[in-house]
């Protein structure tokens, strides 16, 4: 079972920022694709970005409209989602996910492994 641990969640308003944290073990982070989800209630989990195991290749959802960056942190095994600009309808309980491949899968695709999720508010 592979351990992924998300902090950074919290209460910001309409506008506001906040950086998620996803420490994972050494050989998941420097070998396999990670992405960040989300789920707000009632609906589906969706992907927000994902990243490629050396971290060359990023993918965004739609939604994002530039306002998220994802990044991987080789020397502390963690993978951040810098959100900036942040909206109500961005408010959801977001997961970290590793995926035993080397490249996202294709959008709509599931993960193999997920964290505990964080909750992220966002104000009106």
């Known amino acids: 079972q592979v351990q992924l641990v998300e902090s950074g969640g919290g209460t910001v308003p309409t506008g506001g920022s906040l950086r998620l944290s996803c420490a994972a073990p050494p050989y998941v982070f420097r070998s396999f694709a990670m992405g960040w989800f989300r789920q707000a209630p009632g609906k589906e989990r969706e992907v927000v970005a994902a990243?490629?195991?050396?971290?060359?290749?990023?993918y965004y959802a739609d939604f994002v409209e530039g306002r998220f960056t994802i990044s991987k942190d080789n020397g502390d095994n963690t993978m951040y989602l810098q959100m900036n600009n942040l909206r109500p309808d961005d408010t959801a309980v977001y997961y970290c996910a590793a995926d035993l491949t080397k490249y996202p899968p294709p959008p709509g695709a599931a993960y193999d492994y997920y964290g505990q999720g964080t909750q992220v508010t966002v104000s009106p």
């Open positions: 990243i490629s195991y050396r971290g060359a290749s990023t």
